[in-house]
């Protein structure tokens, strides 16, 4: 995932005319229960030449689930799911339909309102002089 | 706000040869059947060969093969374990022995998460073992897979037919590589899906009869490759590889 954030912020940079990107904002939805520690270290290792000083900016958004049949809406609780299931769920969110049921009518069917993927949010530059 | 995944899919597939989409206008004509032997065909002629199932509500491919006891390796993505021979990937790894109930949107999500995670290498061929239809999971790979050959099959019913002349007229209207329309489940000879292919400009390939062997061989590949199906599917691969080329 981080080298797609690095190529679509390089690719952005060109498209943009940016000579030096100085920052990154990388949103992280909580279902991909990415460690920010881990996902700036292949940051880090993944610098192309327009970003080597730039600051990466990550943020966790919180899961937050709503569900289609009762409406009910409440927090996603990883901690509750067990290793097995979290690593699941991290690698394809989606499968949290398969573990993660509304705590009030006990439906698979809810929908993601945030706090799915991983997102690039902005980046700031500077651009060339011409 | 940009979906950093999208941007990396084409480079996770750009050293794969030939992908080839396994797909129906009905579910239950034998697609999955299809795309494993297809894969086990291919493997077995010396190719190097990924299996992607992409039937996330009702994945087969894993019963067909046998395949218990594997789990994907994290490596700067996913790589897939082998299964006699193929790179093999399914939602079944994360979603286990469990129904996985998920809406289009979420398809849709779980298509670009596969396709952006996982790190096939360098392929000869990948077979998509698609779900029936030409919903989500269709759009998307149409969307998302620059190069893409389809692979088609019915029964020789015509309930099946006419859901597979509406993805046909709907790939060739778009522009998508067809390879042509394997007929499966042949119970007596006619040529009334031939001659209804042939109508629409499209390619048959041939016919798969009905095995009756195929449902004990369920599992173990070594019988699975002895059936009539796995030597009917094999001249037709034959074909399959000549169109690609």
């Not at chain 1, 966790?60 to 409440?74: D, H, M, N, Q, V």
């Not at chain 1, 990883?78 to 394809?92: C, K, Q, T, Y």
């Not at chain 2, 206008?25 to 297809?38: D, H, P, Q, T, Y």
């Not at chain 2, 994290?74 to 286990?96: C, F, Q, R």
């Amino acid at each position: 995932m981080a080298e797609g954030v690095v190529s679509t912020a390089t690719k952005i940079a060109e498209e943009q005319g940016l000579e030096e990107v100085t920052e990154v904002t990388v949103r992280i939805g909580e279902l991909q229960q990415i460690e920010h520690e881990v996902f700036s270290f292949a940051l880090e290792q993944l610098r192309t030449p327009v970003m080597k000083n730039a600051k990466f900016v990550l943020e966790t958004i919180p899961g937050k689930l709503r569900c289609r049949a009762c409406g009910k809406e409440w927090l996603f609780s990883p901690e509750a799911l067990g290793d097995e299931v979290s690593e699941a769920i991290h690698f394809v969110p989606e499968v949290a339909h398969v573990y993660v049921k509304c705590p009030s009518c006990g439906s698979p069917d809810f929908e993601i309102i945030e706090g799915r993927g991983v997102i690039l949010a902005s980046i700031k530059g500077v651009k060339g002089s011409d | 706000m940009i979906d950093p995944r999208l941007e990396i899919i084409g480079k996770r597939l750009g050293k794969i040869g030939k992908i080839v989409a396994v797909s129906s206008g009905k579910g239950g004509v034998g697609k999955s059947m299809v795309a494993a032997i297809l894969a086990l065909t291919l493997r077995r002629e010396g190719f190097s060969v990924g299996l992607l199932d992409l039937d996330f509500t009702s994945p087969s491919s894993h019963v067909i093969l046998g395949v218990e006891g594997l789990y994907p390796e994290e490596d700067k993505g996913i790589v897939p374990p082998l299964a006699h021979g193929i790179m093999y990937m399914s939602i079944t790894y994360y979603s286990l022995d469990k129904p996985a109930p998920l809406r289009g949107s979420d398809v849709t999500d779980a298509i670009i998460e596969l396709l952006a995670i996982t790190r096939w290498g360098e392929l000869d061929y990948l077979v998509i073992d698609m779900p029936p239809g030409i919903g989500d999971a269709t759009l998307d790979l149409l969307r998302l897979v620059k190069g893409i050959s389809f692979l088609v099959v019915t029964t020789p019913s015509m309930v099946a037919f006419e859901t597979v002349r509406k993805l046909l007229v709907l790939l060739h209207e778009l522009g998508i590589s067809i390879i042509g329309v394997v007929e499966n489940m042949v119970m007596q000879p006619s040529r009334q899906i031939r001659s209804q292919v042939e109508r629409i400009g499209q390619r048959y390939l041939g016919e798969i009869p009905f095995d009756k062997e195929l449902e004990g061989a369920l599992g173990d590949v070594e019988r699975l490759m002895g059936t009539g199906f796995a030597s009917s599917l094999k001249k037709i691969a034959g074909d399959v590889q000549q169109r690609l080329n």
